[in-house]
């Protein structure tokens, strides 16, 4: 089992940027994946961004390439999503995740463990 905890959501201006972060309790699995994935009302989860175990590999959706970047620290059982350049269009509730089985995943379903979320609303 895993718990994951995001903080770093809030209001924010067009243009502006937000620092997400995501914890968790140290695991009896290893090589585990992380996912960033977000939900806005009415619409279905849509990816964000994940990052392999040893942060060598990252993936991101389309709509946040380029603005977005995740990271990790292992030891510190963090993750965080860099967040610039944000746009009404991102605001929606954030959530992290987890996969036990360290694939670098788009698919949600392949994310054994949540987080609760953490929301994000940009507006002027």
């Known amino acids: 089992q895993a718990q994951l905890t995001e903080s770093g959501g809030g209001l924010v201006l067009p243009g502006g940027s937000l620092r997400l972060s995501c914890t968790w309790t140290?695991?009896?699995?290893?090589?585990?994946?992380v996912g960033w994935f977000r939900q806005a009302p009415g619409k279905d989860r849509e990816f964000v961004a994940a990052?392999?175990?040893?942060?060598?590999?990252?993936i991101y959706g389309d709509s946040t390439e380029g603005r977005f970047t995740i990271s990790r620290d292992n030891i510190q059982y963090e993750a965080y999503l860099q967040m610039n350049d944000l746009e009404p269009k991102d605001t929606a509730t954030y959530y992290c995740?987890?996969?036990?089985?360290?694939?670098?995943?788009?698919?949600?379903?392949?994310?054994?463990?949540w987080g609760q979320g953490t929301q994000v609303t940009i507006s002027s």
């Open positions: 990052i392999d175990w040893a942060s060598l590999k990252t």
């Open positions: 140290e695991l009896s699995f290893t090589m585990y994946g």
């Open positions: 995740a987890m996969d036990a089985a360290g694939r670098l995943s788009t698919l949600a379903g392949e994310y054994n463990f």
